[in-house]
């Protein structure tokens, strides 16, 4: 496109121009005219000529797309000096040496002094001989990092960092010493600092599943070790690994098999070392969730049906659920919970029932009762009622035969509520429209279920005593019954899910839902609507009644100015990671009163307020599936509690009126999730003294990472301070037709040529 414009803007440019190009705009003067005048005339005719070729020749350069480009090597002859002013260095006594070193600091001749203290933040000096700004507004911790980011901003032809080394700061000190490209010289101050190591960080999915192997890494943090050994260890397990002399971190790799399902605490050690200063920090915990590795699921019928097939088809999609057909066709039904395969195959054929009741000492995580009717065998119906609320979770696909009885009955009391029993059977077209209960439902998301896709239902048959409008009011997954589905014709419900017991109960009142397993557009590659509602649908009635959220503080003891990092981990429904989520996190300080414990009668709000502090509020971040993340810098002494609100933001429309016929709606609002809370306490220790003395550590691998040497204050008068200034290649481009100046100059030049013409009578 800017070829063909530049092409059509050339063409004008030369027909403009054709005269003066091809010799015809030559004028005879005029009779009398004086030689002065001529000659004024004439360079009046070359500037215009002169103008007319500047323009065609931006013409052509826009045309051919010329760049021009220029490579020079810029030498700086500027040396900043980086002057230490935090608390750790005053509390060492190392600072006014520094400040000696810094005023006496020998440069290379011609070198230009460029002063700058720093703390949390770095100040500068731009000029020769200005001072920075007083100690008073940099801060008392150390951001070596930040500071180097400052100072690199400015050009440089060297930097010389006076400094203990001990940094605080969220950025890396050694990455930001590499990318100032020029060389930073260190210079340690405050004698050697003890050495320390620790664990950083344990990263692990959030969810796991028992029976599989997961890669577990364990992040190690040391400084001031030479080329010592040290074993990790994690859950039994135990590795060896070197720590240098140089700060550093390494991740240390682990393979765990978690077999019992259920919340379990990971915690991995670090042997402690001789002359370490803090052992506190080398252990570190986390919370996983660990899911059953496979779902026992009991699929009961007593009419098997074209629909049979694939459905169980669709429980087969997923390689966690194992599903065991439970099918009679003899009227009655048996407990074969413990048969064989084989066994099942045979009865599922037509072969038939046995009376007695067998039983296996593992019941199925979940029922699926398909159209049943309760009869025969009244044991194995109130064997699967006990289960059920006992804590296993039971599916009920009503259809136009379901029948249940006294057993069946009562589990569904917990779905329509007390003296439920079954309604008048609803024929016609119903097409499923989701609540906002159902919109938090993973299988409900956009990228699983189209609803708009799936064929509608034929008929329903509803639990008696179930109020439609219970759509619109309930909460999400709370405790007791909701409504995931209605119908849009009516907004009679359709699928429901409530609680029997310790067990969890899905009713499906619209049938038949098998339907959902074709599709205009169904793919083989891909799963149906009927196997991702099927499998979600599974796992959510096997999960226990366990908070899909918690939340997790870095450290529970914190020092003062030390940065607070938050961990919230998700679990959907159905087990896996939840993604996707809104979450905001809340931290107030608590009540305390002279004694040190929790205030009953006044608010958090009130006392925060009264200590100078509002509570913090800071929206969380998803870094991993179903892992949200904070952190929040500098909270002063005291005790805290953080809350983090879950909510999902990409729910349904709201309706406004009750009466299911009424279909006004509101804009989309968010659905509350749930809560998480944890605690942790901060210090009055500030964390700038918590560890003193010089970490020559990363002293050292600040020197290396950017070419430039380590000098110890000591050795300094001995060694001497000599540096070399390094240099930036700097590149300058320039594409004529990707700059929107060149085209506006084209323009006000031919304008001016134009109208200059046009006074002179020449056109």
Do not use: H
Not at 64 to 76: L, M, N
Not at 112 to 126: I, L
Not at 668 to 674: A, D, N, Q, S
């Amino acid at each position: 496109m800017l070829i063909a414009v530049s092409a059509i803007l050339l063409v004008l440019g030369v027909l403009a121009y054709r005269k003066t190009l091809f010799g015809q705009g030559q004028r005879t003067k005029d009779k009398g005219q004086t030689a002065a005048a001529g000659r004024t005339s004439v360079a009046a005719d070359i500037g215009l000529l002169v103008l007319r070729i500047v323009v065609l020749l931006l013409f052509a350069a826009v045309f051919v797309g010329a760049v021009f480009t220029r490579v020079w090597t810029e030498r700086p002859r500027r040396v900043a000096v980086m002057l230490d002013v935090s608390e750790s260095m005053n509390a060492v006594e190392a600072e006014s040496a520094a400040s000696a070193v810094a005023e006496g600091f020998a440069l290379p001749a011609g070198a230009v002094r460029q002063s700058c203290v720093f703390g949390d933040t770095a100040v500068t000096g731009e000029a020769k001989g200005q001072k920075p700004k007083a100690k008073s507004q940099i801060g008392g911790s150390t951001k070596i990092g930040a500071a180097l980011k400052t100072v690199g901003k400015t050009r440089p032809g060297a930097v010389v960092l006076l400094s203990d080394g001990q940094d605080n700061g969220e950025a890396d000190a050694v990455a930001a010493a590499r990318d100032v490209g020029v060389p930073v010289y260190t210079v340690g101050f405050g004698g050697k600092t003890k050495r320390n190591a620790s664990v950083g960080q344990v990263m692990l999915p959030a969810v796991v599943y028992s029976g599989d192997t997961v890669e577990v890494q364990v992040r190690v943090v040391a400084a001031g070790f030479a080329d010592e050994k040290v074993r990790v260890r994690l859950r039994g397990e135990t590795k060896e690994i070197v720590l240098g002399q140089a700060m550093a971190e390494q991740d240390v790799p682990f393979r765990l098999v978690f077999d019992k399902p259920g919340r379990q605490v990971i915690e991995a050690r670090l042997d402690s070392l001789i002359g370490e200063s803090n052992y506190a920090d080398n252990t570190r915990s986390v919370t996983v969730d660990v899911r059953p590795g496979r779902l026992r699921v009991a699929y009961v019928t007593n009419r098997p049906g074209p629909g049979t097939r694939m459905m169980l088809r669709a429980l087969g999609s997923d390689e966690r659920i194992q599903v065991e057909s439970v099918i009679s066709v003899t009227g009655g039904i048996t407990g074969n919970w413990g048969r064989t395969p084989g066994e099942n195959r045979r009865q599922s054929l037509g072969a038939p029932a046995s009376n007695s009741a067998r039983y296996s000492p593992r019941f199925p995580d979940v029922f699926i009762l398909d159209d049943v009717v309760e009869t025969g065998s009244p044991e194995v119906w109130q064997s699967i009622a006990d289960r059920v609320r006992a804590g296993a979770g039971v599916l009920v696909l009503a259809g136009p035969d379901f029948q249940p009885g006294q057993s069946i009955g009562r589990v569904l009391n917990g779905v329509g509520g007390r003296g439920s029993g079954i309604g008048g059977e609803m024929k016609g077209s119903y097409t499923p429209e989701l609540t906002s209960a159902g919109a938090v439902l993973p299988w409900f998301s956009k990228d699983a279920i189209n609803l708009a896709s799936v064929p509608p239902f034929a008929g329903v048959r509803p639990l008696a005593g179930s109020d439609s409008r219970i759509a619109d009011r309930q909460p999400p997954i709370a405790n007791g019954q909701v409504v995931w589905l209605v119908a849009q014709e009516n907004g009679v419900p359709l699928v429901f899910a409530g609680k029997a017991g310790k067990g969890k109960v899905v009713y499906v009142a619209a049938y038949p839902l098998w339907r959902w397993g074709f599709g205009p557009e169904e793919k083989p590659e891909q799963a149906t609507p009927l196997s991702d509602f099927m499998t979600g649908v599974v796992r959510y009635l096997a999960e226990q009644d366990t908070s899909p959220f918690w939340l997790q503080v870095d450290r529970p003891d914190l020092y003062r100015g030390q940065p607070v990092r938050l961990t919230m981990r998700a679990v959907a429904p159905d087990g896996r990671p939840w993604t996707g989520l809104s979450v905001i996190l809340r931290v107030t300080a608590e009540a305390m009163d002279s004694a040190g414990t929790k205030s009953e009668g006044r608010s958090q709000n009130a006392e925060s307020r009264s200590q100078g502090q509002e509570t913090v509020t800071v929206p969380m971040t998803e870094t991993r599936e179903g892992v949200y993340e904070a952190t929040i810098e500098a909270l002063g002494p005291g005790r805290y509690r953080a809350v983090a609100t879950v909510e999902n933001g990409d729910s349904p429309p709201e309706r406004v009126a009750s009466p299911p016929s009424d279909r006004a709606t509101r804009g989309t609002v968010p659905v509350f999730l749930g809560k998480a809370t944890t605690e942790f306490a901060v210090a009055d220790q500030p964390l700038e003294l918590a560890n003193t003395g010089m970490n020559e550590g990363l002293l050292r691998a600040i020197a290396e990472a950017s070419g430039g040497k380590f000098l110890s204050a000591d050795s300094l008068a001995r060694e001497g301070s000599e540096i070399s200034l390094g240099s930036y290649q700097r590149r300058f481009s320039f594409d004529p037709r990707r700059a929107a100046g060149v085209y506006v100059i084209i323009a006000l030049l031919a304008g001016l040529e134009w109208f200059l013409r046009r006074r002179r009578g020449l056109l």
